[in-house]
């Protein structure tokens, strides 16, 4: 459960940040992601933006996939 709860946390930053996010896009996230936010997130609560700030506030530590992941949204 909780593992799917950071994988939703992923996605949900990208709906966030998009309309439409692709299914290549959200693989992305998931694979990339997932172990990012249970790192350097831990124990941080789902709602009100708190993953998305919490993967913001520790950019300089997210792994390569995941920087590329969350950057091609933006782009996007």
Not at 1 to 16: D, E, G, Q, R, S
Not at 21 to 26: F, G, H, I, R
Not at 28 to 52: I, N, S
């Amino acid at each position: 459960m909780k593992h799917f709860l950071i994988a939703a946390c992923a996605v949900f930053y990208a709906l966030a940040a998009h309309a439409t996010v692709t299914a290549s896009e959200k693989e992305a996230l998931e694979t990339y992601c997932k172990p990012d936010a249970e790192r350097l997130c831990k124990g941080v609560g789902l709602g009100g933006g708190k993953m998305k700030a919490c993967l913001e506030k520790n950019e300089n530590e997210l792994s390569v996939g995941c920087a590329k992941a969350l950057q091609a949204l933006k782009e996007g």
